[in-house]
């Protein structure tokens, strides 16, 4: 584990190094006033409870703007912002007006926020997860406290990436990662930032769940999930087969799970029988 969190800073330090030279030669040009310079990342980092998953190390992604005499230099951002904002934030920055924003996207525009003018941040934002090393629907809400997940397909273990697997070895998983996930996951960001503490069946929290659930299902409604119709089939032959938990786990007496090494989750069969959501 030491080993691949030196490889990120490291990769860190690359990408820094890159985008500098990028900067440089936009300089060098003549042309980074009418730039607008965009960094960003798609997942959080890989490891555990982290890349595939809806925990908070899971959503968090890189974001760096810049835009001479556009955007306030070396300042820093501290709301709720999702990838769907993307989209209206550069329209709005560019001076493109779109007539029907509000029902095209589903995010809004921060563009008010990088000039540090009067912003309306969003109440929550929304999180997912559908396919990724195999089927695992989840769905979730985030506010500036707290965090809400549904799982779909309970009572299994959190997803891993392979190569994590593959670095922590079978005790560190079976020790760690093979506890079944419950159907619903709440956490107080606040006073539980590394999510360790579920609390959706902690009676102080219950207005708390019911509210979120509530506003997660509108909005799983709204934005025409999928999951509306079912189980989402495979989106692509490219695309990792859809495998089931148990050609990767077994079961043990106690209610864990256990995984072999080494890993078989090479050279598996499609899963081709439609399965019914939990």
């Not at 997940?149 to 392979?162: A, D, G, Y």
Request: proline residues 7%; negative net charge; contains cysteine.
């Amino acid at each position: 584990m030491r080993e691949d969190v030196a490889c990120l800073h490291h990769y860190i330090a690359q990408a820094d190094e890159q985008l500098g030279q990028i900067w440089t030669a936009l300089d060098e040009t003549g042309l980074t006033q009418e730039t607008l310079f965009i960094f960003t990342t798609d997942h959080g980092a890989a490891f555990g409870r982290a890349k595939a998953t809806l925990y908070d190390p899971g959503l968090q992604i890189s974001f760096l703007a810049r835009w001479p005499g556009v955007i306030s230099p070396h300042s820093q951002i501290n709301a709720l912002l999702s990838n769907v904002d993307f989209t209206p934030t550069i329209l709005d920055l560019v001076g493109i007006s779109h007539p029907q924003a509000e029902t095209t996207f589903h995010g809004q525009s921060f563009a008010a926020l990088l000039r540090h003018e009067r912003y309306h941040q969003h109440r929550a934002i929304y999180a997912e997860h559908t396919y990724g090393v195999m089927y695992y629907p989840a769905r979730a809400i985030r506010t500036e406290r707290y965090k809400y997940i549904v799982h779909f397909r309970p009572n299994q273990p959190l997803i891993l990436e392979p190569h994590i697997i593959t670095r922590c070895g079978e005790q560190m998983v079976n020790q760690y990662y093979s506890s079944p996930l419950p159907g619903e996951e709440l956490y107080d960001l606040q006073e539980d930032p590394h999510e360790f503490y579920n609390l959706a069946n902690n009676l102080h929290y219950g207005q708390v769940r019911r509210d979120l659930r509530s506003q997660l299902f509108t909005y799983f409604r709204q934005s025409k999930d999928p999951l509306l119709d079912g189980p989402v089939p495979n989106p692509s032959a490219d695309h990792t087969p859809a495998r089931t938990f148990e050609r990767l786990w077994r079961r043990t007496d106690d209610g864990l799970y256990e995984i072999d090494l080494p890993p078989i989750w090479q050279n598996l069969p499609d899963q081709t029988a439609t399965e019914k959501m939990l």
